[in-house]
């Protein structure tokens, strides 16, 4: 099995060479055959603008070599899992290598972001379905997130779905408070974070007072526990996904952190809402440094990033990691995810590469960035800690992550849309999250200021672009940039919270 090398390390050995780039033999690639028989369940360089920069594919391309070739070191163990990871990597290397055919690349062996076609790809998503998306019926606020705020990322304006998203929102919000998957369904807390950031993307008072915020309320406070998470649902399941959920739901509409006195986690010390939150999300961080969901579970990239936009609302990123988490840890984790050749990150300790990842771990990185560097001022230079000669905004590879993305990650045939990997078709859920983590790996997060040192404390942060040297894709390529802790467009997170602050209560 080849072993993962993680890009934050091993790109100190890289250089780019301009070569001609061909398919690397390696030992494994016999293993690769075998098994695809079997039944497998920061200084600015010059900025390319335009179509010209992207020409027919040419014999000469500035491609690093470790994004073209196999790992080093094979471990002679076979399993099934090495045996995936081989075909993973088998696959990839032709597009990493600039060797489709059909595919126009620059001199970096990077091809165009296909804007217009994910574009037509994510506004199908917002029409009728067919009938196979059945399945997906109890998840119908997420369909409208992904797509709506995949859409913004790509510089859209989504106003014009405001009134449907209104009428879909109020048939799927239960009397009780919050919002279901679908019609007659339960509330969710997952679903209700996604219909709510639905509804911001939007914007405007309709999407906003169509959300009942004091049956919300009232839901959130039943879902709070003694032990200081919230239940996904009444009688679910409590992890970090709820704890993350709930913070965003809290902060965004304004509600109120006074804890209704029938909550399971009512006491004679009045606690509120947010009463022992951190404490359950210190409890989630396992032996290796990763989040799991729950105390003593696996970690995992999504709960990473659900605990660290947690502790980031509850306080400002520089005292509330370090306070509740052992960072140095997490970052070796969050490095670890990151693997040669394919450029881009995986959720698990031994497990593949997955595009969603871009986003669950990608987006992991410039919240620790901002805790790491503190609140400064943006004519002062920032990238580097204090005292330190690390470079806080290249922890990981921005340039493998945007290459895995961009020729990996993108669905190059009519159908546009983001997928997992080459072999998986693209889909709404991967799309907006392969998006994100493009913003966040073309794009700089500083935090500015924060206004106190308690509960509550708000950030504000500048999210601004990244000019990589080189800077591998055209500018045109950049997307838009989001905030990195609602991930909403950052005008749609001062909207909102400029509308529900400016009227108290209910």
Not at 385 to 398: C, E, G, M, Q
Request: with cysteine; charged share 20%; glycine share 8%.
């Amino acid at each position: 099995m080849p072993i993962k090398t993680s890009l934050a390390r091993a790109r100190q050995r890289t250089t780019n060479k301009g070569k001609i780039m061909a398919s690397v033999p390696s030992p494994a690639q016999r293993d690769v055959q075998n098994a695809q028989d079997e039944p497998l369940n920061q200084g600015f360089a010059p900025v390319m603008t335009g179509a010209a920069a992207y020409r027919s594919q040419e014999p000469r391309m500035m491609i690093p070599d470790i994004f073209t070739s196999w790992p080093p070191i094979q471990d002679t163990l076979e399993t099934q899992t090495s045996r995936l990871q081989n075909i993973t990597i088998n696959e990839c290397l032709p597009f990493l290598g600039a060797e489709q055919s059909n595919v126009h690349y620059n001199q970096y062996g990077v091809p165009r972001l296909d804007r217009g076609r994910h574009i037509k790809f994510l506004r199908k998503h917002l029409e009728t379905l067919p009938a196979r998306y059945v399945t997906l019926d109890a998840s119908r606020p997420w369909i409208l997130y992904w797509c709506l705020n995949g859409l913004s990322i790509l510089g859209e304006d989504v106003s014009r779905y405001r009134d449907d998203l209104v009428e879909t929102a109020r048939s799927m919000q239960n009397p009780t408070g919050g919002f279901g998957g679908g019609t007659g369904h339960k509330s969710h807390l997952a679903c209700t974070y996604g219909m709510v950031l639905a509804l911001s993307v939007v914007g405007g008072e309709a999407a906003y007072e169509v959300i009942d915020r004091r049956a919300l309320w009232r839901w959130l406070c039943a879902l709070k526990q003694p032990d200081g998470g919230f239940q996904m649902a009444i009688g679910g399941e409590v992890d970090i996904r709820g704890a993350y959920c709930a913070a965003v739901l809290v902060t965004l509409l304004n509600l109120p952190l006074d804890l209704s006195s029938d909550s399971p986690a009512w006491t004679n010390d009045r606690p509120d809402l947010f009463t022992g939150l951190p404490e359950f999300v210190r409890r989630c961080q396992s032996f290796e440094g990763g989040i799991s969901a729950q105390p003593d579970g696996e970690a995992h990239g999504a709960y990473a990033f659900c605990a660290l936009g947690c502790l980031a609302i509850l306080g400002a990123p520089h005292r509330t990691f370090p306070r509740y988490l052992d960072v140095p840890r997490l970052i070796s984790w969050l490095s670890s995810r990151q693997y040669a050749p394919e450029g881009g990150l995986g959720g698990r300790t031994n497990k593949l590469v997955d595009g969603c990842y871009s986003h669950w771990v990608g987006c992991c990185w410039p919240l620790i960035e901002a805790s790491l560097a503190g609140p400064s001022k943006l004519m002062f230079d920032v990238n580097k800690v204090k005292n330190s000669d690390i470079d806080i905004h290249n922890l990981y590879s921005r340039e493998g992550l945007i290459r895995y993305i961009l020729c990996c990650a993108q669905d190059q045939s009519k159908r546009g849309g983001m997928r997992d990997k080459p072999s998986k078709t693209s889909d709404a859920y991967h799309t907006c999250y392969v998006l994100s983590g493009l913003s966040s790996a073309q794009h700089i997060t500083r935090l500015l200021s924060s206004d106190g040192e308690g509960m509550m404390t708000h950030s504000e942060y500048d999210v601004s672009p990244h000019h990589g040297d080189p800077q591998i894709y055209a500018e045109e390529d950049r997307v838009n940039a989001t905030d990195p802790v609602y991930f909403i467009p950052e005008g749609k997170r001062k909207e909102i919270m400029s509308y529900f602050l400016s009227k108290p209560g209910f």
